[in-house]
Structure formats: C-alpha cells, structure tokens
C-alpha cells in the first residue's frame, strides 16, 4: 500500500459499499478521513496490502492494531482488526486469500497475539475464506438492517497467532 494508492483505494471502498450488502454504511469514510489513516499507518509499516491486476487497484487489507483503531480493548491485551474488500468482478479468484496470507505473515513478523473480525452471517464467502485461515466464531453481535434494507446479523471471530 502506499499513498498514491489512496483515489484507487477509496473507489474500492465506495464500490463495494455500495453493494449494500457486506457492510453496515452505504458509503465509504470521507477520502480525506482515509488518507489522514493511510498517512498515520504507512509509516508504522502494519500489515495492509492491496491487490493488483493489469495495474488496477482490485482489492486490499488491513490488520490494524485495536489500540491504533480506538477500540476498546477490554482484555487489556492488544489485538489486530482485520477488514478486507475484493472488487464484484475479481472475487472467487483466490486473491482475498493471497491477501489474507501476506497480511497474517506481517502480523507474526510483528508477533500480534490474535486477530479479530467481525462479519455478517449471511457473507458465506467470507466466512469461508476467514475458517479455511482458521478463524474460529468469537459470538453473535445485536441483529443489524443493512442499507439494502435486508435484515442480518453480525459475528465476531478471531484467529489466534502462535
Ligand atoms: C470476502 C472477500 C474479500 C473474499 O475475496 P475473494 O478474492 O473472493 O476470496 P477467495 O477467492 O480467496 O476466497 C473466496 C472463497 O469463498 C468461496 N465462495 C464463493 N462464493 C461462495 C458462496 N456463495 N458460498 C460459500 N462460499 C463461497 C470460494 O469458493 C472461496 O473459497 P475456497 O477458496 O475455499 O474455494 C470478497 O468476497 C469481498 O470483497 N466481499 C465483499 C466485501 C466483504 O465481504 N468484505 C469482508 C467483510 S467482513
């Protein structure tokens, strides 16, 4: 990821927002707001990366520590938030998994103790991708309405590293 990355990375955001279906916001952060991000995470080298086909940005990550976030940590014990996005177009390709790989790689490279997410019940494919990493279900979280207008539900789930 590196800041010039930043107009391609907030389409991918507003695409798949978009959707209405995989997050709770129909619309991305303000870019300024992700840029000001960007700009305090890059030089703390976390773990996020983007994928590329034919020079388009098509997808990223990011494992970003909780108290980096400002998320509560109430174990007392620092943890990584993952969040992840795939482009329609280029999903079911294997590259969420190349991803996912090269940003777990960077959190035991920064020895992170664990790894936690949080995903609708309805989002199999990313349910699917998050257990074949070995993500366990954490628990169920109060029913949402997405912007679509569909009810849902969201879970926790959490990886530990060794
Ligand atoms: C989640 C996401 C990042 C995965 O990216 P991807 O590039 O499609 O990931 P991969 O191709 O590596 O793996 C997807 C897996 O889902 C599976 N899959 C695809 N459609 C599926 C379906 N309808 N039901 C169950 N599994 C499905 C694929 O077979 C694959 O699993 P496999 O490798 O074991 O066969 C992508 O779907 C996405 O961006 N979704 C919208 C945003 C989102 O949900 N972000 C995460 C929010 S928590």
């Not at 707001?33 to 990550?61: C, K, N, T």
């Not at 190349?98 to 790894?115: P, Q």
């Not at 349910?127 to 997405?146: G, K, Q």
Request: charged fraction near 25%; aromatic fraction near 6%.
């Amino acid at each position: 990821m590196r800041i010039s990355d930043i107009e391609a990375l907030h389409r991918l955001f507003a695409e798949v927002s978009a959707e209405g279906e995989f997050l709770l916001r129909a619309e991305p952060p303000p870019i300024e707001q992700m840029r000001a991000m960007l700009l305090r995470s890059l030089p703390l080298d976390l773990p996020q990366f983007i994928a590329e086909v034919d020079g388009e940005l098509v997808g990223s990550i990011e494992i970003f520590p909780a108290s980096f976030c400002g998320v509560e940590i109430g174990s007392g014990e620092d943890f990584g938030v993952l969040g992840m996005q795939v482009k329609k177009a280029h999903r079911g390709q294997g590259l969420g998994g190349r991803l996912m790989a090269a940003a777990l790689e960077h959190c035991r490279r920064l020895d992170m103790g664990r790894v936690e997410l949080t995903v609708l019940k309805s989002n199999l494919p990313a349910i699917r991708l998050y257990e074949r990493f070995a993500f366990l279900w954490l628990e169920d979280l109060a029913p949402v309405s997405l912007p679509n207008g569909r009810a849902d539900r969201p879970q926790k789930m959490r990886l530990l590293l060794d």
